[in-house]
């Protein structure tokens, strides 16, 4: 049995919250700043501990995805008030948005100093209609909705979407697209939606590459001037 590590438990609790991450993502947001090939040694070991299991991807059998295992799944719940279910198949759909998502969750760490809520424990808290990709919380209380989209959006659901957000405790919902012309759809259904509903938007590549200011109906904004909001 090894010792697990603080980026151990990392991995293993991003991986529970999130369902899967992909073996690069393992290297690049929990084991960074360690050599390559310690990095692959120390996934191999806790594979070989029955912490962590591969699974082809579903859009390349050739690449792999990593899962928890039943060990992992209790070592992550241990401590856990609640308990978040797991998914038993990963769609390609699934694959590639909830990938964002995981790139998404990272990046917003490095730059507000809160806790991620994931959607699928959201949606085990209460039955809602319409769950965020996550909610961070802030030390000081306040909430901010994380949408991620990557891929067309229906016209009409869009907006049934953006009326959900009507009398939701949270400061503010922000949208991240995965590029410019998603980014277009999100700003023209933001600009005809009800007035006085506190929506955001933002860029996944410029977030990815910098520090962007996020455009509102208001204007452009800086989200990330303070790491607490």
Do not use: C
């Amino acid at each position: 049995m090894i010792e697990i590590q603080p980026r151990d438990r990392k991995l293993i609790d991003l991986i529970y919250e999130q369902q899967f991450m992909s073996v690069e993502q393992a290297h690049g947001v929990v084991f960074h700043g360690m050599v390559p090939r310690l990095r692959r040694r120390r996934i191999a070991e806790l594979a070989h501990a029955g912490f962590i299991r591969f699974e082809p991807s579903p859009m390349d059998p050739q690449s792999r995805i990593i899962r928890l295992s039943k060990s992992g799944i209790q070592l992550a719940e241990s401590g856990r008030a609640e308990r978040i279910p797991q998914l038993r198949r990963i769609s390609v759909e699934r694959l590639l948005h909830d990938s964002m998502v995981t790139a998404v969750r990272s990046r917003l760490a490095e730059l507000w100093n809160a806790t991620w809520i994931p959607e699928r424990l959201i949606k085990a808290r209460a039955d809602v209609l319409h769950a965020p990709d996550g909610v961070l919380v802030f030390p000081s209380g306040t909430t901010i909705a994380i949408e991620v989209e990557n891929a067309p959006l229906n016209a009409r659901r869009f907006r049934d979407q953006l009326e959900s957000w009507r009398g939701e405790k949270v400061l503010l919902v922000v949208y991240i697209a995965s590029g410019e012309a998603i980014f277009r759809t999100i700003q023209a259904g933001i600009k005809n939606a009800p007035k006085g509903l506190p929506f955001a938007l933002l860029n996944w590549t410029q977030l990815e590459a910098g520090v962007p200011l996020a455009w509102t109906m208001m204007g452009e904004i800086d989200l990330f001037a303070r790491r607490e909001l």
